[in-house]
């Protein structure tokens, strides 16, 4: 974690973009926690290629900074799977 000191206050950096993902009623969908994006994809593998490019247009000509990223960071997304008992 990169930190730096802004108006005299240590501020921390991730090196992380967090992302929640579960199936919707047709399709799967992925909701920031770090970023307000929200995208969705018939399969996971579309979710994904979806998810990335949501991101990048997102962060696109913004400084990582204002949203207290640091740079060249990762997605980290985690699945949300139904209990079923057997």
């Known amino acids: 974690m990169i930190s730096f000191i802004l108006s005299g206050k240590v501020k921390y950096m991730k090196h992380i973009i967090q992302f929640h993902i579960y199936k919707g009623?047709?399709?799967?969908v992925a909701e920031g926690?770090?970023?307000p994006v929200v995208t969705?994809?018939?399969t996971l593998d579309e979710l994904i290629k979806n998810l990335q490019?949501?991101?990048?247009?997102?962060?696109?000509?913004?400084n990582l900074a204002d949203f207290g990223i640091a740079p060249q960071?990762?997605?980290?997304?985690?699945?949300?799977?139904?209990?079923?008992?057997?």
């Open 25 to 28: 009623e047709h399709q799967y």
């Open 73 to 86: 960071p990762s997605i980290l997304a985690n699945l949300e799977l139904t209990f079923t008992h057997a």
């Open 53 to 62: 490019e949501a991101v990048a247009l997102q962060l696109e000509g913004e």
């Open 33 to 35: 926690i770090d970023l």
């Open 40 to 42: 969705q994809g018939k």
